[in-house]
């Protein structure tokens, strides 16, 4: 098993930087970049778009780039609106270039952001002059809370769900059931999270539970427990609109692997020698029937991990790796773009590699050496 590892790390490498190739080269020929943006800000009349880049834009959101665009554009008149009906300097365009890296061939700069990933030093975001390391481990709490419960939750309730559907298999508690969960399966999260807020966040009838956040305002106020009791509060709505929908896959899967063992001659054997009903269920068809479940576990956290849902970030005001990433994408902020990129590649080939290890120790038949890779 160990030269299996050690193969799959060194495969790694390539891989990422394949990813990464081919990332880079289809955004060299996506129009509006980062360059292109502020430019386009500077000669327009949007008041809000100038002041979140050359001033105290809200959010804390000024970035390097913005700071050399004021630096460089502001006038007499104190604005950029003049400047921009005039046309702007080309040796200002070519400062903002250079500020922004753009000024070296294209190959330069992708070998030199391998190089500086590799050392896992991702640079400053271009529009929040922040380290993108720094907004990464800001949203983490939010993906890692959703990912994390929406995951025990989806395991907690799926696997004993399709252990008594697979027993009861053709019953009616089979039938509805499945209808309940096939229904849920097909509503999409965020219709149902609207749906949830209506309901109980104020919307048109209860106000139980908050609308926005992972945590109240007065958070560091409240005493060990309050705290847990408030986070809980604020994760229900939320989880609840995703989970609605992950139920189904994970439960079928577990009937269906049952099913599969119930069905096999060594059953029929241990009950031919008289075995209760729940020994040979638990004692002999669970291990072999809960293999694959049990082994995609690190991979279904991690997809719910990174993944996430945008749209429930977006509707419940939470600050998760997802939001973060579609806004870097709009804004064309690339170092948040192809540091979450590279991060969320790297960890799906780590959890792919612990997804085969997690095999070969419930199932030691299995034995990746001597497999082609």
């Known amino acids: 098993m160990g030269a299996y590892i050690l193969k799959r790390l060194g495969l790694m490498i390539p891989t990422l930087i394949g990813i990464m190739l081919i990332n880079f080269v289809i955004v060299q020929f996506l129009p509006g970049g980062p360059v292109e943006r502020v430019l386009a800000k500077l000669q327009g009349h949007d008041v809000s778009a100038t002041a979140r880049i050359g001033g105290a834009g809200a959010g804390g959101e000024v970035g390097q780039a913005g700071a050399g665009a004021a630096a460089a554009g502001a006038t007499a008149e104190g604005g950029f609106k003049y400047r921009g009906a005039q046309g702007l300097d080309p040796e200002f365009i070519k400062q903002l270039e250079q500020q922004f890296g753009f ?203 990174f993944t996430g849902s945008l749209l429930i970030e977006q509707i419940f005001s939470l600050d998760g790796l997802g939001l973060l990433g579609f806004k870097a994408a709009i804004d064309r902020d690339y170092p948040v773009v192809f540091a979450t990129l590279y991060i969320f590649s790297l960890m799906g080939l780590l959890t792919n590699l612990i997804t085969d290890v997690v095999y070969t120790l419930i199932d030691p038949r299995i034995d990746f050496e001597k497999r082609e890779l």
């Not at 604020?234 to 994970?250: C, D, G, Q, R």
């Not at 079928?252 to 692997?257: A, E, I, R, Y």
């Open 103 to 305: 000024d070296k061939p294209a190959h330069e700069r992708f070998l030199k952001m391998l190089w500086d990933y590799f050392r896992f030093d991702f640079g400053n975001s271009y529009f929040r002059d922040r380290p993108v390391l720094d907004l990464i481990k800001d949203a983490m709490p939010v993906s890692i809370s959703l990912g994390l419960w929406l995951t025990f939750i989806s395991y907690g309730v799926s696997i004993p769900l399709g252990i008594a559907k697979a027993v009861r298999d053709g019953s009616k508690f089979d039938v509805w059931t499945s209808a309940v969960i096939i229904v849920g399966y097909a509503i999409p999260s965020f219709l149902f999270a609207i749906l949830l807020i209506v309901l109980f966040a104020g919307g048109s009838f209860w106000s139980i539970f908050p609308l926005r956040g992972l945590v109240s305002d007065n958070f560091d106020e409240l005493t060990w427990w309050q705290k847990i009791l408030d986070y809980a509060w604020h994760l229900v709505l939320p989880l609840t609109a995703l989970a609605i929908s992950s139920f189904a896959t994970m439960t079928l899967l577990t009937k269906n692997s049952f099913l599969d063992e119930i069905r096999k001659q060594y059953v029929v054997t241990a009950r031919a020698k008289g075995l209760t009903e729940k020994r040979v269920l638990y004692g002999h068809v669970f291990r072999n029937a809960m293999l694959i479940v049990i082994a995609g576990f690190p991979g279904a956290f991690i997809s719910a991990f």
